[in-house]
């Protein structure tokens, strides 16, 4: 199967394109049903409000739903405010433009069961709260942040705001569990709001905290999830060179969070240790 | 004139689209010839260096200005990391894309003679030395704080990082005169490090500082500029909800600053006051 792209191209003065004025939400989607769609709307009208934007109609979010085939696809969803690229100030009125994209998906189910190793980031998230926890197209520190490392081993890179406080990893949310009880990142400074972390905090008691990487040595466990590739175990987090830190042996408890992350998705919950 | 376009459409998986993982320069074109053309060449060569890009040849840089016509023109190079968008490591070889548009331009020369009105804005610019200075395709920040106005009498914003430092206007860079000495912000931390300003620290004595709003009520003189609309006296500084802060009548030093400015942009030097 090949990727599937909706309505092609965009014009050099499109916002997106010139500011990174936009949104977008990568959903899986499972023999034609989207998973967390609702959590996936839900962030996408957010983002509109807080950028001041219209939320196109859900007709308009869902077409590319009609026909996406069988098994597992990553919908990407891309909205942008539109024409008008030659100054920052925003039209009046402006008209959003959606972009889609189809493309086949296989998780890494070896992440699900052996976990992953990862590293400290060097670089650091700017803080600002005006657009915090959107999924926003103004991704550069992303992509600095990823170019911190190319070898294999190391599946994601951990992420601190400019105070030293734990944010996210470069593609997903932060989770550990401390003293027996489960914490993750406040997002209202910077990162992103993941729609896996919303569905986990629906479910589980889950304290969203201020925190400091030092409260990593303490953890009991740690994982990174998102709503495509799952929950992912954390076995290893190496510093920002490559050197070690700490190690966990994969356990009940990280297996119980993977279990409730995973119903949300369709994906196992169930794993012979 | 109508505007031009350089190579028009770009694909959705473009990484400038997808994460605004590019930069882009606005020139100013007087009769075919570009203005500050070096400065611009420089901070995108920097901006490359930066992100890890390779920089397009000098060749097809100047490509968009073989035939711009007469008179002033604004050319806008946009240039994307290319082809990649479904992560957001880079490509360990990425084709940059250039786009290019071309479009007519008169500048407000009423700014030039009378001054402007500005005001703080309320958003403050995250804190990111990795991207300081760039001007890169991230620019929610900026689209954010020029939606804080919309009267007409409001010529641009002032931002503040999130340490509340001086840094820049929402388009323009800021500089003020105090005890006689010419100074602009530091933008070390974030900002955009304009080829105008650049021109100005080559050919005066001014100093890159850290400084609180609080030095503008002690300035003689406040300017913005950039090298699209040269220099703005600032005769009324506001704050973010329109009401008035501080005043400036504008006088020979302020006519000085523009004269330097101005020479660099073939823009008038001298001013009947």
Known sequence: MEADAGMGETP???????YGDGLFETVLVRDGRPQLWEAHLA???????????????????ER????????????????????????????EAPVPRLRWQLSPFVPDARRWTRGVRIRHCRLQLGIQ???AGLKHLNRLENVLARSEWSDTHTAEGLLC???DRLVEATCMNLFWQREGRL????????????????????????????????VLADAEAVWLGNSVQGIWPVTRLDGPGGDMLHRWSIQAVHRRLQATGHASLGYPTRFDD
């Not at 098994?71 to 100030?89: H, I, N, P, Q, S």
């Open 43 to 61: 962030r996408l009208a957010h983002g509109c409000q807080v950028l001041r934007m219209p939320l196109p109609p859900r007709d308009a979010l």
């Open 161 to 163: 705001d400019s105070e």
């Open 12 to 18: 050099l003065d499109d916002r997106g394109l010139a």
């Open 183 to 214: 914490e993750t990142p406040r997002l209202t400074r910077c990162g992103v709001a993941g729609t896996l972390r919303a569905a986990l905090l629906e479910c589980l008691p889950i304290a969203e905290v201020d925190a400091t990487p030092a």
């Open 64 to 91: 590319p739903l009609t026909n996406p085939g069988e098994g597992l696809v990553v919908l990407k969803l891309l909205l942008t405010r539109g024409d008008g690229g030659r100054g920052y100030a925003p039209p």
């Open 129 to 131: 709260p005006a657009l």
